[in-house]
């Protein structure tokens, strides 16, 4: 009966009905879009998309380079003569290039009227190094040289110096950058730090991991019979040829320096585009201090400020911004400062005298070290147990299981390998994603997520130790929970540090973070001095023969 209706309904009236139904479908998806694009404008806010990509494809260059440099160790540990010892020295020499954090931030504590042109220019300097020293490493990463009577990767580990200087440096000086833009561009700066590690170890799946197979093969020695007679003896032996990946280590590291070529692009886009000017937070300092070079303000160190849409803070004066209500450029403005200063140091100059030694006075080292460990709204039980965890995060899996890690998935196979460095790099921005969501922060529950990480390390540590045959070695499935192993301990202890962050950022102000940074650095020292002992002095973990 129902076939029978359809067919006496007109053909015209059928056309109809059609159109319909794809008018209410192109409503429903245009809402669809139109809903999302609402969404956008709402979380942008007074900001522009334009400057959030340019910051989030210059934050690409913060680490790129290292994580291309772990994603490659599959194949560099094939060649290298240190073999399954590499990780641990790249460790240890990340660990040495934390120099470049050190000097930059005395730099800035001991000369503050360098700032903001100390951001901008160590920024680009950080940028240009990675580039260079990326494109460098594919052409000469496999040159080595005797040192003591031993073989080694000299190019490989001078350059990864190089590398780690840039990205280490990179961690302080991009934030300082960052206070110079709006806050709400912070999370562009997060995003563009977890596409460094998602984009290479991306470029490495792609890429492939080879194969190792291993060759029967066969030669003549000669022997001598004890009566003295000579005779050939034929002897066998099983050696490992190796199969080259989709594209060699030299093409994958000049994709990654093209990717930071892209990255300074963007770098110098945003600080010389007038269209990005508006976004700089105080924006009148920050082109006085650019322009004048250091003349405007003589005697006091540049200060950021804070601005929103009707004031601006600058050095403590509260006043509105002839610039910002466009009777007058950024640049009559900061001449018209620079005049005002002037002459009020030429009528009263007894006044700025005294005015200037009070101050000196006031910021006496003992002020300024109270102001380091000033907490705000945190207590500090609280405060010093999230400490410890940082410390314990930081020490195992930052930095010791990365230098264990070849033994704990490469005796399963070349592919397991390969795939545990890639898809940890990229479960790592996963769970600093998911953070931005979800942020957890209560002590029990980030305990409870450092807890079970360090169970799953604490697995993957027995699994080196037993190596070359650790447990399932030669039944399936060993291979594949050591991998998973992996990439779940990442998310939960990156997630976990993640959010201790977002806590002392929240209650603890500026000092818990100072704080925090701290910490880190001496988890992370005390991991890869234990690691690095633990597999070249003490020899712990043994090596797994490919054949």
Not at 155 to 179: E, H, Q, R
Not at 308 to 321: F, I, L, T
Not at 506 to 518: E, P
Request: charge should be neutral.
């Amino acid at each position: 009966m129902k076939l029978e209706l359809e067919a006496r309904v007109p053909l015209r009236d059928k056309e109809d009905i059609a159109v319909k139904k794809s008018a209410s479908t192109s409503n429903s998806c245009g809402n669809y879009f139109y809903t999302m694009a609402e969404n956008i404008r709402l979380q942008l806010g007074d900001t522009k998309l334009v400057v959030h990509i340019l910051v989030a494809t210059f934050a690409i260059a913060s680490w790129a380079d290292m994580n291309g440099m772990w994603s490659e160790l599959p194949q560099l540990t094939i060649h290298a003569p240190e073999q399954w010892t590499l990780p641990s020295y790249i460790i240890i020499i990340s660990q040495i290039a934390n120099v470049g954090p050190i000097i930059f931030v005395m730099v800035s504590y001991f000369l503050p009227r360098t700032r903001p042109q100390l951001e901008i220019s160590t920024s680009f300097g950080i940028i240009i190094v990675s580039l260079v020293a990326a494109f460098l490493m594919g052409f000469f990463w496999s040159d080595t040289s005797y040192l003591a009577g031993q073989e080694r990767s000299t190019a490989m580990l001078l350059l990864n110096f190089f590398l780690a200087v840039g990205d280490c440096t990179s961690s302080v000086c991009f934030y300082a950058y960052m206070s110079l833009l709006k806050p709400q561009y912070m999370a562009s700066l997060l995003l563009g730090e977890g596409l460094s590690g998602f984009i290479p170890g991306m470029l490495a799946l792609i890429q492939g991991a080879g194969d190792v197979v291993c060759v029967n093969g066969s030669y003549t020695a000669n022997a001598t019979f004890p009566n003295g007679t000579e005779y050939n003896v034929t002897k066998y032996s099983v050696y490992p040829m190796y199969e080259e990946p989709l594209f060699s280590v030299k093409v994958y590291f000049i994709i990654v320096s093209v990717i930071i070529a892209g990255s300074a692009i963007a770098f110098v886009i945003l600080n010389k585009w007038s269209y990005c000017s508006s976004e700089f937070v105080g924006y009148k300092e920050y082109h006085c201090t650019v322009e004048n070079a250091g003349e405007r303000n003589r005697g006091r160190s540049p200060s950021y400020g804070s601005v929103d849409n009707e004031v601006v803070h600058v050095n403590g004066d509260k006043r509105p911004s002839l610039a910002d209500q466009g009777n007058v450029t950024v640049a009559e403005e900061c001449l018209a400062d620079n005049n005002a200063n002037s002459s009020r140091e030429m009528l009263h100059p007894s006044k700025v005298s005294v005015e200037g030694d009070s101050k000196t006075r006031r910021q006496t080292f003992r002020a300024r070290l109270n102001n380091l460990v000033h907490l705000e709204n945190i207590g500090r039980p609280k405060f010093f147990f999230l400490l410890l965890l940082v410390i314990v995060i930081n020490m195992t899996h930052t930095t010791f299981l990365p230098s264990i890690q070849i033994y704990t998935v490469l005796p399963y196979g070349l592919e397991f390998y390969h795939l545990t460095t890639s898809l940890i790099q990229m479960a790592n921005p996963l769970a600093c994603f998911f953070a931005v969501f979800v942020m957890a922060e209560s002590a029990w529950i980030i305990t409870l997520l450092t807890v079970v990480g360090e169970i799953m390390g604490a697995y993957l540590i027995y699994i080196a130790a037993k190596s070359p045959h650790p447990p399932m070695h030669d039944e399936s499935g060993g291979g594949e929970i050591s991998v998973c192993l992996w990439i779940l301990a990442t998310l939960l202890l990156i997630y976990a540090k993640v959010c201790i962050a977002g806590v002392l950022r929240k209650y603890g102000g500026r000092s818990a973070l100072i704080w925090a940074g701290f910490v880190t650095q001496v988890g992370t020292t005390i991991g890869a001095l234990v690691g690095f002992v633990l597999v070249n002095h003490y020899h712990t973990f043994k090596d797994a023969p490919f054949c």
